[in-house]
């Protein structure tokens, strides 16, 4: 499995010196330089032309440059909130990277089968997959989606909203990178935590590097907007879901999956506010690629499910 940042690093003719992981190293690192792009945001193409370029640049890490002339059988994994327009934005960029084929198959579906969850059953399963750029929650039941919302709340947005906190109140800048590190240290989805992180970052008013001290609190207050984003996608799915399947919701739980449902605490959040006990996938990372595997070893299964 490949795991890497849908990002490109451009020079200034516009030429593509870096993608993937490597591109985010060079984030804030050259200014005026290298300017690093997002082709994929909030789950859809922002840049179609650079969006192929880093598909391509993908396959041919994962499979070989061969392997990819060759043609190769595309999953593509969607947020619920994605416009017709935007999935043949993806099909497109799909297949002009090399895909002979490309199929749509939503993200909570996706990371349900990868989570091992029992979709097939008649009883209701719940997934929240929380990413990048989105919040989706489904409820299935005999392997089809009976119910589903989404927000455009995710990871990325905590990281924006701790980005803007450490602006407004110190004026001070950081780094998308540093943003997640603060995240992943010392973001929490419940108050009480006492932790403190040594941060380095640009002066506004000087223009010098500059360090402070932030505590985790101030992070949690900065960051609760998007917790609250997320939770009303849940609660907005609860709240039109049939009471049989709501029964069988409140009696197997809510699966977490995607890089969000690590935040420190978010589970029990989760939990508290809808009284739904709640669990987090194994591997809650790979749990919608590993379900766009399992979709494309059995895609014609998986087509004619979704009709």
């Not at 370029?53 to 440059?65: E, N, S, T, W």
């Not at 209701?124 to 929380?130: K, Q, R």
Request: with cysteine; aromatic share 4%.
């Amino acid at each position: 499995m490949l795991r890497e940042r849908s990002a490109i690093a451009l020079d200034l003719e516009k030429r593509v010196v870096a993608a993937g992981d490597d591109a985010m190293l060079m984030l804030g690192r050259t200014p005026g330089q290298v300017q690093v792009i997002h082709p994929l945001q909030d789950g859809v193409v922002a840049d179609f032309r650079l969006c192929e370029v880093l598909l391509r640049y993908f396959l041919d890490k994962a499979i070989g440059r061969a392997a990819r002339r060759a043609g190769v059988r595309a999953v593509i994994c969607v947020p619920g909130c994605v416009t017709d327009v935007e999935k043949r934005a993806l099909e497109e960029a799909a297949r002009g990277a090399g895909a002979r084929t490309a199929f749509l198959m939503d993200e909570p579906v996706a990371a349900a089968i990868g989570a091992g969850l029992p979709v097939d059953e008649a009883a209701g399963t719940l997934v929240v997959d929380i990413g990048g750029g989105t919040t989706d929650a489904a409820v299935l039941a005999l392997g089809s989606v009976v119910n589903k919302h989404s927000v455009r709340a995710g990871g990325t947005h905590i990281d924006a909203a701790i980005m803007q906190h450490i602006r407004q109140t110190y004026g001070m800048t950081i780094g998308a990178r540093t943003a997640e590190e603060i995240k992943l240290a010392i973001g929490a989805a419940l108050p009480g935590a006492s932790h403190n992180m040594q941060v380095r970052g640009r002066d506004l008013r000087t223009g010098l590097p500059r360090t402070l001290e932030l505590a985790s609190m101030e992070i949690y207050r900065a960051i609760l907007p998007q917790i609250m984003n997320m939770l009303s996608c849940v609660r907005a799915l609860l709240s039109t879901t049939p009471p049989e399947l709501s029964a069988d919701i409140y009696e197997r739980g809510m699966c977490l999956t995607g890089g969000g449902a690590l935040l420190n605490g978010l589970g029990e959040f989760f939990a508290d506010e809808t009284g739904i006990k709640v669990y987090v996938a194994p591997s809650p990372l790979d749990c919608v690629a590993e379900g766009a595997r399992i979709a494309v070893e059995n895609l014609a299964f998986y087509r004619n499910r979704a009709g």
